[in-house]
């Protein structure tokens, strides 16, 4: 395995070959003040180039009709694929770009070639549906590399956290009568795209395998943390995933423009030293973050410095405040929610 005090980071300039229409917020400057971030910590990086997904790797996930339709936007200078969902010529090639680098960049960490890594894909990818574009997403890049590493690598039991402000429909969609994959979504609701409630707990064998933490306008690095530790913790370690994925958006930080929550550098460090310390005890450290939303430079230059930082440290960073479940509390009326749909599932859910 390479120096543990190194992440190994999949980015590359084509990423900012996809473009919307001018002012569209999923943007190409999106990824400059990632690298902006990145800069700060170029002796703890090692790069690595990404390639073109394969039609295979992509069909594992979605339906052929979906494929052809990103495919023939290349042959028109724009596409409009949904109400907020734009593509270009380019943007074929550079979603198969963010689909293959996330395989390979999740392949490495599961085969121990890397410690952990980063995605730092354009365009995201947790709402796009097997059939279809939405929500500035054009293929599902968590979805994909998850079904990669299940049939290419041997990996079973899948733990997938998306901690972007947006439920991932398309996610949980993937994968909810799957009960090899755990998807666990915090998310402002109601808001966009109206999905993960509390009651959605995934389908047949799958029941049990949806974990929806839907959080009011105003959460911040307290009641983040909280939900992290009173029920991520005991959800993950009752699930016992092989490897944990984070869908990484930044889009929760206060000065997002798409949202309307509170959360802070220091609560995303929190957030990524608890999910940290769960793969070192559940599955042998193997875990791996991909670039979600965020949409303003302070979002996005933050989120991704305290990812970096704490995934990069020799030593383990501070998991923040534990939250009192006071009552009236929004993080006690969030947990008793979750408890009342899963709390006979996962022992534990709830405590400090």
């Avoid at 198969?96 to 894909?121: K, N, Y």
């Avoid at 990818?125 to 968590?142: I, K, T």
């Avoid at 395998?209 to 939900?227: I, K, W």
């Amino acid at each position: 395995m390479d120096d543990p005090g190194l992440i190994r980071v999949v980015s590359d300039p084509r990423y900012r070959d996809h473009q919307g229409p001018d002012g569209h917020p999923e943007r190409p400057e999106r990824l400059i003040a990632v690298e902006q971030a990145l800069a700060e910590f170029e002796d703890r990086i090692e790069r690595s180039v990404p390639r073109e997904a394969e039609p295979d790797e992509i069909l594992r996930v979605h339906e052929r009709d979906h494929w052809d339709e990103v495919r023939q936007t290349a042959e028109r200078a724009r596409t409009q694929l949904d109400p907020d969902t734009y593509a270009c010529r380019d943007s074929f090639s550079v979603a198969r770009l963010a689909a293959g680098g996330t395989i390979d960049l999740f392949r490495s960490v599961a085969e121990g070639q890397a410690r952990s890594g980063i995605a730092a894909v354009r365009p995201p990818g947790h709402h796009a549906e097997n059939d279809r574009a939405m929500g500035f997403c054009l293929f599902n890049n968590v979805a994909v590399a998850a079904r990669a590493l299940q049939a290419e690598c041997g990996v079973g039991k899948i733990l997938i956290c998306d901690w972007d402000v947006h439920h991932g429909n398309g996610t949980q969609h993937s994968f909810e009568d799957d009960p090899s994959v755990l998807y666990f979504s915090t998310h402002q609701f109601p808001y966009y795209p109206g999905t993960g409630d509390f009651g959605e707990a995934g389908r047949g064998r799958g029941e049990g395998t949806t974990v929806n933490v839907p959080m009011p306008a105003g959460c911040g690095d307290l009641e983040y943390g909280g939900v992290l530790r009173r029920i991520l913790a005991p959800v993950a370690r009752g699930f016992a995933p092989e490897m944990i994925l984070i869908s990484c958006g930044f889009d929760a930080h206060r000065d997002d423009p798409l949202a309307s929550m509170e959360l802070s550098e220091s609560g995303y460090g929190a957030m990524t030293a608890i999910v940290r310390s769960l793969a070192d005890e559940l599955c042998g450290g193997r875990i791996a973050f991909v670039l979600e939303g965020g949409y303003s430079a302070a979002s996005l230059m933050q989120g991704t410095r305290a990812v970096v930082s704490e995934m990069t440290s020799q030593q383990r960073g501070n998991t923040g405040e534990d939250g009192e479940l006071a009552p009236g509390s929004s993080l006690r009326w969030i947990v008793d929610r979750v408890a009342a749909v899963h709390g006979g599932r996962y022992p534990g859910l709830g405590a400090s």
